[in-house]
């Protein structure tokens, strides 16, 4: 009889482990995969959005184009997650796991910076992509201040090319010298694990007449006078102020007693939580390392591997080491690419390669092959 393995959230992780226990267990391992939403959408395509360049339509990849053996896709919201009895309740119906793997991601949780919903905008997800785009289309002159309110977040590049193509776009427009980018964020450097690559990020930054602001943390966003009120006092004006939201883990992975300090505890070596045979890979888990895709599809290929070495007996070979590749927009056709491993070593390193035009093609090559493999 098969074991039946239940993915929640069909992000990079939950794709790519349906993906691999397709390939390898299909003979004994059913997947349900879980996932709220209609489709899915690469992280980076929400700058095409911003900036007019595809439409969500275009950009989104439907689940219902899933098509490799093994696996069934649910759309469902997860409302209940037992991970001691491996039991999960949606608005369907409920579900049994040999294998429960819960990559349901990190939350956005705007309201927790008081005044960003009513007075700033967003382009991490697909509705606060495409109002930025309008928003940019109408703003002629001022300061644009691009503030990361908390720590952790996904995709630790992505503030740092919002304004570099931010500085594309009002050049083409005729009026870069009529508009002040700033970017400030809690951190001590762009990128905190390596002085080497966040100088490299400055430089960027510095050539284009875009200043990084450190250890500064926006606690509130003033619609009338036009402040960001700064922790510990004082305030940064703004005439349109774009934010990463804070983070939070799932309001139904906390209810279910498995995140500690915020986030999910697991074993860093194969993403295993406290509970038997139940999986946290992706965002969602409690590491010291960046947020990102790539990192947790990386750990989704780990969980794949424990998934079959435990179904026969064995241990796992390679224990998940961090290791990743992010992409990193520079404008101009150009593409960078942060290479990091958070893991497989005495300290986390990075480095970056680029930017170049061959780069901006890998990237497209990056998101076809994701495609064909996670969908079929």
């Known amino acids: 009889m098969k074991k039946h393995a239940v993915i929640l959230g069909a992000g990079f992780a939950g794709l790519e482990l349906a993906s691999r226990l397709s390939d390898s267990l299909q003979d004994e391992v059913h997947v349900t995969l879980i996932d709220q939403k209609e489709g899915f959408v690469f992280g980076f395509s929400k700058l095409d959005l911003m ?12 689940y219902s184009e899933i098509s490799r053996p093994g696996v069934e896709f649910r759309q469902e919201s997860v409302t209940a997650i037992d991970p ?5 309740t949606t608005d369907a119906g409920s579900y049994e ?31 606060g992509a495409e109002r930025m785009h309008g928003a940019i289309e109408g ?14 977040f996904k995709c630790p590049p992505a503030p740092f090319e919002g304004a570099l193509l931010l500085h594309d776009h009002f050049s083409e427009r ?8 700033k970017v400030s964020g809690p951190m001590g450097a762009p990128v905190p694990i390596t002085k080497q690559v966040s100088q490299q990020f400055l430089t960027a930054l510095g050539e284009r007449d875009i200043s990084y602001v450190p250890e500064t943390l926006v606690v509130g966003i003033e619609g009338e006078s ?7 006092g004082g305030a940064l004006p703004y005439d349109m102020f774009i934010g990463v939201p804070i983070h939070r883990v799932p309001e139904v992975v906390e209810r279910s007693g498995l995140a500690e300090g915020g986030w999910v505890a697991v074993n860093p070596s194969n993403l295993m939580t406290r509970a038997p045979d139940v999986y946290a890979p992706g965002d969602i888990a409690a590491l010291p390392m960046a947020k990102a895709g790539v990192f947790a599809e990386a750990a989704a290929r780990v969980v794949a591997d424990d998934i079959a070495a435990r179904l026969h007996g064995g241990e796992l070979g390679e224990p998940y080491d961090g290791a990743g590749n992010c992409f990193l927009e520079f404008g101009g056709g150009r593409v960078g690419k942060v290479e990091a491993n958070f893991l497989g070593g005495p300290k986390p390193t990075a480095e970056l390669v680029g930017p170049s035009v061959e780069l901006a093609e890998d990237k497209v090559a990056f998101a076809a092959e994701r495609k064909q493999r996670w969908f079929g």
């Open 51 to 62: 900036f007019g360049r595809r439409s969500p339509a275009e950009i989104q990849l439907p």
């Open 84 to 88: 001691d009895s491996r039991q999960v």
């Open 97 to 127: 796991a040999d294998v429960l793997v819960v990559s349901l991601g990190a939350d956005y949780d705007p309201a927790a910076t008081p005044g960003f919903i009513e007075n700033g905008h967003e382009y991490y997800s697909v509705p």
């Open 139 to 152: 703003f002629d002159s001022g300061r644009i201040l691009i503030g990361i309110l908390g720590q952790p």
């Open 174 to 181: 005729g009026i870069r010298d009529d508009v002040e980018i």
């Open 226 to 232: 036009g402040e960001a009120s700064l922790d510990g």
